[in-house]
């Protein structure tokens, strides 16, 4: 039991250590960049977010930059979102296109292409509020042809409970590792809240497919196939609305996995396909990885669960017990008991390989979190280092999840975005 728990240790800290050196590794990358500015298309696909599409819409009209054009597209709505958006648009001087029936957002992106008149396509979500500036930082590597698409910098608007304090962390990591694929121009999925596309890449690939829950990453890999680069850029960043309770994370994620599983199917030829470059040699093997890992770990996870809740479940009453009689003692007798909690935690006769294994991992971990913290300019907050300490409590989660999305792809659920 201890082999196979040292041995998971390994390759979570062989991950991350892999990560940070090809961050490092290929951080001076540069792209050819030009002054110009051209015609720009912004396309909104909306469907039921009432809440958010106001803010959006100004987000989005507020970019500044000189050559654009807004395309809303309302996708079937039934929450009143598509009267807000005609009063919106009409207000705004906004091209409004309404589609009656929800043909879901792949479908409906495609539709925005056919009446764009820009050449590059950039697509905002419609719960995504894009910074001012994002055009004047994507826009300028269209000048290499080879690029297809730039992906922008995604973080969470709405950290306000510990839901969504799990998310804003897991999306600086996202953001780490497409910035870090990016150096090598092959970014594996490009994220809905913001991306540009160059028109003509997205045509000659016929736009946009349903076929899959995860239309974003899906494009992304066929660009690749028709021999485009895909990169990114910190410095374009969007806000977006994460999902604030279990009941909507787990929808959100639900559709996440089963999509990575589709992704996995479909473009299984791009697997160790060496005529791609890193994408298939590197970036999708990991993104495989990361898809079968949770079946790599789960039995581990079975095993030990019981006797984790128990230390757990142990620690805490320590802890509050502790605390509860802090009001009968003074300063000194404080100061020795954290003093003797340190040294025991310490005494080498406590620790085992197990033990070691387990702070090396904890500390590359660490590491690899600063980095992604580092990379997109944010800075470390309090509420962070609560989602860090209960960091394990989201990762069983996302693991039932997991599972769950398993059953539905082998029983054929109904694919429902």
């Known amino acids: 039991m201890e082999e196979i728990i040292i041995a998971e240790m390994i390759l979570f800290m062989v991950l991350n250590i892999f990560w940070i050196a090809l961050y490092l590794k290929k951080k001076s990358t540069k792209f050819k960049k030009y002054n110009e500015k051209p015609l720009v298309s912004i396309i909104v696909p909306v469907y039921n977010k009432f809440d958010f599409i106001?803010?959006?819409?100004?987000?989005?009209?507020?970019?500044?930059?000189?050559?654009?054009?807004?395309?809303?597209?309302?996708?079937?709505s039934t929450d009143g979102s598509e009267k807000k958006c005609e009063r919106i648009c009409k207000k705004l001087g906004i091209k409004f296109l309404n589609l009656k029936n929800n043909i879901g957002k792949a479908l409906a992106?495609?539709?925005?292409?056919?009446?764009?008149?820009?050449?590059?396509?950039?697509?905002?979500?419609?719960?995504?509020?894009?910074?001012?500036?994002?055009?004047?930082?994507?826009?300028?590597?269209?000048a290499d042809k080879k690029i297809g698409a730039v992906a922008g910098t995604i973080k969470v608007a709405n950290?306000?409970?510990?839901?969504?304090?799990f998310q804003r962390l897991?999306?600086?990591?996202?953001?780490?590792?497409?910035?870090?694929?990016?150096?090598?121009?092959?970014?594996?999925?490009t994220p809905g809240p913001l991306t540009a596309y160059r028109?003509?890449?997205?045509?000659?690939?016929?736009?946009?497919?349903?076929?899959?829950?995860?239309?974003?990453?899906d494009v992304s890999i066929r660009l690749h196939k028709a021999g485009y680069k895909v990169i990114a850029e910190d410095?374009?960043?969007?806000?977006?609305i994460a999902p604030d309770s279990?009941?909507?994370?787990?929808?959100?994620?639900?559709?996440?996995?089963?999509?990575?599983?589709?992704?996995?199917?479909?473009?299984?030829?791009v697997l160790f396909n060496r005529k791609l470059g890193t994408i298939?040699?590197?970036?999708?093997?990991?993104?495989?990885?990361?898809?079968?890992?949770?079946?790599l770990i789960l039995p581990t996870f079975i095993l030990i669960l019981p006797s984790s809740i128990n230390s757990f479940v142990k620690a805490i009453q320590s802890f509050v017990g502790m605390f509860g009689s802090f009001a009968y003692l003074n300063f000194q007798e404080v100061f020795l008991i954290i003093e003797n909690m340190i040294v025991d935690f310490l005494d080498l006769g406590h620790l085992n390989l197990v033990r070691i294994m387990g702070l090396l991992s904890l500390s590359i971990f660490l590491l690899f979190i600063a980095f992604s913290i580092k990379s997109i300019k944010e800075k470390f907050e309090p509420k962070d280092l609560n989602a860090l300490i209960l960091l394990p409590v989201y990762w069983f989660f996302l693991l039932v999840i997991f599972v769950e999305a398993v059953v539905m792809e082998i029983l054929r659920f109904e694919k429902k975005w």
């Open 54 to 76: 106001e803010r959006t819409i100004k987000s989005v009209y507020n970019i500044d930059y000189p050559n654009k054009e807004i395309i809303i597209i309302n996708d079937g």
């Open 109 to 142: 992106l495609n539709e925005g292409i056919k009446i764009a008149k820009g050449e590059i396509i950039v697509t905002v979500d419609a719960d995504s509020f894009p910074e001012k500036d994002c055009l004047d930082y994507l826009v300028p590597y269209f």
């Open 159 to 165: 950290h306000k409970n510990f839901i969504t304090f």
């Open 170 to 189: 897991e999306y600086f990591q996202q953001a780490f590792q497409r910035i870090t694929q990016g150096f090598f121009g092959a970014v594996i999925t």
């Open 199 to 217: 028109k003509s890449a997205l045509e000659k690939i016929n736009g946009f497919s349903n076929d899959t829950l995860i239309e974003d990453c």
């Open 235 to 240: 410095r374009a960043v969007s806000k977006t």
């Open 246 to 269: 279990l009941k909507s994370l787990h929808k959100q994620r639900i559709r996440w996995c089963r999509g990575g599983f589709q992704i996995g199917h479909k473009h299984s030829d």
């Open 280 to 295: 298939g040699t590197v970036f999708f093997p990991l993104y495989v990885l990361w898809l079968v890992l949770p079946l």
